[in-house]
């Protein structure tokens, strides 16, 4: 009989269970899908811009170069911090935090000085430097960003990852019957 068995043999609610990698939790799942949807666009922008290298050559702005090294480049670190993620290896929150950031202020950056854009009824600086939807995309950076951070600091995480004081033999999980 164990802690969370009755006399009769059946369990009691909730039960007490340890956690295992066998086990994905669905915040590291919701992490890795996000990882997957950028990873698969950058991917494709790195096929795509192979594929139409002259019609980009041609074409005035950023050089299909630049196209297709940050699609492989991105397209790569999503590939390994998605595999880190799905595999709960421990070094995987700190580069997927590292890869976010570093995304992030490459998205910024990318959008500001190389992208052509207007806002609409804007004058100056704001008419030259933010896209249109500036305002939608900094408010999914800054969530999506959020969203990372805590769930990276929740202790469940933290022991699936194996990281801290917490280790995946010694903590326990409340589930409900």
Do not use: C
């Not at 070094?91 to 190389?114: C, G, K, N, S």
């Not at 207007?118 to 939807?133: D, K």
Request: proline share 3%; charged share 15%.
């Amino acid at each position: 009989m164990t802690d969370s068995t009755t006399p009769d043999g059946t369990a009691d609610s909730p039960a007490v269970v340890p956690l295992s990698h066998d086990k994905r939790l669905w915040s590291v799942t919701l992490l890795a899908l996000g990882v997957l949807i950028l990873t698969v666009i950058n991917l494709i922008r790195f096929v795509l811009s192979i594929r139409y290298w002259g019609f980009l050559a041609n074409r005035m702005g950023v050089s299909p170069i630049y196209l297709t090294l940050t699609g492989f480049v991105w397209g790569v670190a999503g590939l390994f911090v998605l595999w880190g993620l799905w595999k709960a290896k421990n070094w995987a929150p700190r580069l997927m935090q590292a890869v976010a950031l570093t995304y992030a202020l490459y998205f910024w950056l990318d959008h500001i000085f190389l992208m052509e854009h207007t806002v609409i009824g804007a004058s100056g600086a704001v008419r030259v430097l933010l896209p249109s939807n500036w305002q939608f995309s900094a408010g999914v950076t800054v969530v999506s960003l959020a969203y990372m951070v805590w769930i990276f600091n929740r202790a469940k995480v933290k022991a699936y990852f194996g990281l801290g004081d917490v280790k995946i033999e010694e903590y326990q999980v409340n589930q409900e019957a």
